[in-house]
């Protein structure tokens, strides 16, 4: 059973920055498709950002596209989410996936198999 621990939530202005972590234990990070995902109350859960296990390929939401950046340390078998220029409407629990079976990796929550147990950034003034 693969297990995911998310860190480095918290409160941040407007315009801030954050980066999130993901730690995984159990099970390699290096060839599996592996995302972050976000909640807001009231909302459907969302995918912010996903890389593939078969070639490392990234994916990004279009409300995030060049303000968050995904990466992966194999080594440290840990995943990580940069998030810059930080809005109110980035508030949310934020979750980080993975695919048992497949190494391709996809902007729906659906696909994945394990969860972390989210971590809670909010972006206020």
């Known amino acids: 059973q693969l297990q995911l621990v998310e860190s480095g939530g918290g409160l941040v202005q407007p315009g801030g920055s954050l980066r999130l972590s993901c730690a995984a234990s159990t099970f390699s990070l290096e060839n599996t498709a592996i995302g972050w995902f976000r909640q807001a109350p009231g909302k459907e859960r969302e995918g912010v950002s996903c890389i593939s296990g078969s070639d490392g390929t990234t994916y990004y939401s279009d409300s995030v596209k060049g303000r968050f950046t995904i990466s992966r340390d194999n080594a440290k078998n840990t995943l990580y989410l940069q998030m810059n220029s930080l809005k109110p409407e980035d508030t949310a629990v934020y979750y980080c996936?993975?695919?048992?079976?497949?190494?391709?990796?996809?902007?729906?929550?659906?696909?994945?198999?394990?969860w972390g147990q989210g971590t809670q950034v909010t972006v206020s003034s």
């Open positions: 996936a993975a695919r048992r079976k497949f190494r391709q990796c996809v902007l729906f929550h659906e696909f994945y198999d394990y």
